[in-house]
């Protein structure tokens, strides 16, 4: 896998400026020289939960620290694939966010895990977080000048 600085990756964000990027940077610990594939997807997922415009950067923040460790594995399936791992995560009625590998939800406004809703969940926005990656890698290809092969957009 290539090496990937910030600021080759914050070309490839639709949403978030540097200063933006460079404070979520601090805020999760992620270094600026050589991202990892990890760090890529917490900024990628930061940048599409921002464009969304129902969450502040505080609840971004909570979120992609909650479920680090199913970005975290999500990233290592990635780097070690034999095919192309399945992600999403989901966010219902714009409060209670869960992913593909997690059995509870996050309530967004209470910062509390729970075991099921309150309520039926009418509005869903998903986000298929491995194919986000393969579009920001794919952009960066773009950026770069060179071509989008199949190894780096995974």
């Known amino acids: 896998m290539q090496e990937v600085s910030l600021e080759q990756w914050s070309k490839c964000l639709a949403v978030l400026d540097f200063k933006e990027i460079k404070r979520y940077c601090k805020q999760l610990d992620i270094t600026e020289e050589n991202l990892s594939v990890c760090s890529r997807l917490q900024l ?8 969304l415009g129902i969450f502040t950067d505080a609840v971004i923040l909570e979120l992609l620290r909650t479920f680090y460790p199913c970005i975290e594995g999500l990233s290592d ?23 593909s590998n997690r059995e509870n939800f996050f309530d967004a406004e209470n910062f509390e895990d729970v075991t099921e809703l309150p309520d039926y969940g009418v509005t869903h926005i998903m986000c298929d977080v491995t194919q986000l990656y393969r579009r920001m890698h794919h952009r960066l290809a773009k950026i770069q000048g060179t071509p989008s092969t199949e190894a780096e957009h995974a």
Do not use: N, Q, Y
């Not at 990628?44 to 939960?49: E, F, I, P, Q, V």
């Not at 780097?79 to 966010?97: M, N, Q």
């Open 44 to 51: 990628s997922l930061a940048d599409w939960l921002s464009h």
């Open 77 to 99: 399936d990635l780097e070690d694939k034999d095919e192309i791992p399945v992600f999403t995560l989901a966010i219902c009625d714009s409060r209670w966010v869960s992913c």
